[in-house]
């Protein structure tokens, strides 16, 4: 008899005994719930102007992109997609992978490697931790948000290359990296800063364009960035921005990039009018933040108990504690007409399971009285039981 069925029957159980089983969930085209669960920040998945030229694209291109981008997975959009993603960040170069995921894993590896110290953030993003495993560097794990405890951990290394790697918006709590600091920390002891800014882009920034923009990094030379199409700006897919000798090296190199199919381009050309909206109408940014504020004032009035901070970015963290109790705060939730984020281990430290309302710019007043009832609701009974 395999090994495997008793194996997985056993994990089920000690998954299911520590409340993190997970369940897929398909959701219907026409969604009734108000959302406060995705990471379509700007409102544009469903922009007309977005899928009318993600559908252009898809009638001109086809279904899918052919093949892998060094053969025949590069189309024109790609190209221009890159150049306008590196004009609007103020960056060299981009070149764009088929998913956020892929662009870390692809520039963390191609950049260390055997010999080189890669520094990740205590935390990072799983695709961050895992670009560092599978790099072959040597790993150290660090609070980078402290430039002190970075800059002790590269004074004490011994290799002439290192990597240091946290996000420029923390994808649980909305905390701001502090950039300007660790660059400077980087700079000093010659390491190269890498700052995944999937929840930056579209978000923070001079007009949106991101947490290195709005610390008077954009253009940087030891400082890349990455980040995601699939969150402000609505599509699918992945992108590395730094300078030029960086992308031609990751197309010889990334193996992400390299042997992976090109993005479809039904989610290039989405994302190309999602980034020149984005460009055309910064006022969204604005509404996002005050969206955002709104969420967090009912959740603070909802439960004065519980630690609700002031939102810096598209994310309003309510934590819970216990992972069966935000399971039920967002079966509940949804009960009332609400989609709300849960977050449980691994995605959190153990003890701190949440709820992680996330914040739309085209949230309009009747979706934002509703998502104070139901907060009301919700998290009042929530404490009182507590």
């Not at 240091?164 to 920390?185: E, K, M, N, Q, T």
């Not at 190199?253 to 055309?280: Q, S």
């Not at 399971?353 to 509703?370: C, H, I, Q, V």
Request: glycine share 10%; aromatic share 2%; charged share 20%.
């Amino acid at each position: 008899m395999s090994w495997l069925g008793p194996w997985l029957e056993q994990t089920a159980r000690a998954r299911s005994e520590a409340g993190l089983r997970r369940a897929l969930r398909p959701r219907e085209a026409a969604d009734p719930l108000v959302d406060l669960a995705s990471n379509d920040y700007l409102g544009l998945a469903r922009d007309p102007r977005v899928v009318e030229a993600g559908a252009d694209a898809l009638r001109t291109w086809g279904a899918g992109s052919t093949g892998s981008r060094l053969v025949t997975g590069s189309t024109r959009l790609h190209a221009q997609l890159e150049d306008e993603l590196a004009a609007f960040t103020g960056t060299a170069a981009a070149l764009v992978f088929s998913s956020g995921y892929t662009a870390n894993l692809g520039a963390v590896a191609a950049l260390s490697g055997r010999g080189a110290l890669v520094v990740s953030d205590v935390a990072a993003h799983a695709s961050l931790v895992d670009a560092a495993r599978l790099s072959r560097a040597r790993v150290e794990v660090a609070r980078c948000s402290d430039p002190d405890a970075v800059d002790r951990v590269l004074a004490a290394r011994d290799e002439a290359r290192a990597l240091v790697l946290i996000d420029g918006v923390d994808s649980v709590d909305g905390r701001i990296a502090p950039l300007a600091a660790l660059h400077a920390v980087c700079r000093a002891r010659d390491a190269v800063l890498v700052v995944d800014d999937a929840h930056g882009l579209g978000v923070r920034g001079p007009g949106g364009r991101g947490t290195v923009a709005e610390a008077g990094l954009a253009g940087a030379p030891d400082l890349v960035q990455t980040a995601t199409l699939s969150k402000s700006l609505g599509s699918q897919g992945g992108v590395v921005l730094a300078g030029r000798a960086v992308v031609e090296h990751l197309v010889d190199a990334a193996r992400p990039f390299i042997f992976d199919t090109g993005l479809a381009p039904a989610a290039v050309g989405a994302a190309l009018a999602a980034l020149g909206v984005v460009r055309d109408e910064p006022e969204r940014v604005a509404a996002l933040h005050t969206a955002a504020a709104a969420v967090a004032a009912s959740a603070r009035a909802a439960a004065p108990r519980l630690e609700v901070p002031a939102p810096t970015a598209a994310m309003v963290p309510v934590v819970l504690g216990d992972p069966d109790v935000a399971v039920a705060a967002a079966a509940a939730c949804a009960e009332y007409g609400l989609r709300a984020g849960c977050f449980r281990p691994p995605s959190v430290r153990p003890g701190t399971s949440r709820l992680r309302l996330t914040a739309r710019a085209d949230l309009g007043a009747d979706e934002l009285a509703l998502v104070d009832q139901v907060l009301h609701k919700v998290l009042g009974t929530l404490v009182a039981l507590r």
